[in-house]
């Protein structure tokens, strides 16, 4: 597993989804959704192990980068905010 990937994780609740759930919404009214994607389709089953170990929920397969290129163009772990 990615370490970038392992040490960003462990931080996705305290620092977004509880964040978020704790202030009740966001300054522009726009419910937060954190979403997982997998962008490599040769690691599919190392890629759904990483979700479950960290309990990250929707997870999607994005293997153009169709949705990550929306936030950042390279580099992992992606964690954009608005």
């Known amino acids: 597993m990615c370490p970038f990937c392992q040490a960003?994780?462990?931080?996705?609740?305290?620092?977004?989804?509880?964040?978020y759930n704790g202030i009740?919404?966001?300054p522009n009214d726009i419910?937060?959704?954190?979403?997982t994607l997998n962008l490599e389709s040769a690691a599919d089953a190392q890629s759904q192990d990483?979700?479950?170990l960290f309990c990250l929920g929707l997870s999607?397969?994005?293997?153009n980068r169709a949705v990550a290129d929306l936030f950042q163009v390279c580099g992992q772990p992606i964690f954009p905010h608005y």
């Open 8 to 19: 960003a994780a462990t931080e996705i609740d305290p620092g977004i989804a509880d964040y």
């Open 60 to 63: 999607l397969n994005d293997f």
């Open 24 to 26: 009740g919404e966001n």
């Open 50 to 52: 990483f979700v479950n």
């Open 31 to 35: 419910e937060v959704m954190h979403i």
